[in-house]
């Protein structure tokens, strides 16, 4: 008696199959789908920053003064703490101060990658302050 032979068809499968399940792992790790009909939370960008992980996927409020548009991301500036918001409909003005209220998001599209942003919010609504 031999030892048992596993297929090279068997080890292929489980290969990819192992591969798909983290590419959607990957991609969706990080993104839990959201009630959107729920109310937003206040948060600070300190708080944002410093507690991330309980924020993700959830609907925020935070105010603070655009400090530097770049595109469609812009970053948000509240007591020397920066945060990304973006939105590619948006047009905020630079300095200017906003109510800005979106779902925190992670592992953003490839090319918010090139610019390294990690974590940032979706905006669904801003008001001007």
């Known amino acids: ?19 798909f399940l983290l590419i959607i792992f990957y991609f969706n790790e990080l993104n839990p789908i959201v009630d959107t009909t729920e109310g937003a939370e206040d948060a600070t960008i300190r708080d944002l920053n410093e507690h991330i992980g309980k924020y993700i996927g959830k609907k925020v409020r935070i105010t603070g003064t655009i400090s530097s548009p770049e595109g469609d991301y812009m970053v948000i500036v509240n007591e020397s703490e920066e945060f990304i918001v973006t939105n590619p409909q948006l047009n905020l003005k630079q300095g200017r101060e906003y109510e800005i209220e979106g779902f925190v998001r992670s592992r953003p599209a490839f090319y918010y990658r090139y610019y390294r942003v990690e974590y940032y919010i979706d905006v669904k609504s801003v008001r001007e302050i």
Do not use: E, H
């Open 1 to 19: 008696m031999g030892r048992p032979r596993i297929s090279v068809f068997l080890l292929a499968s489980i290969f990819l199959i192992l591969f």
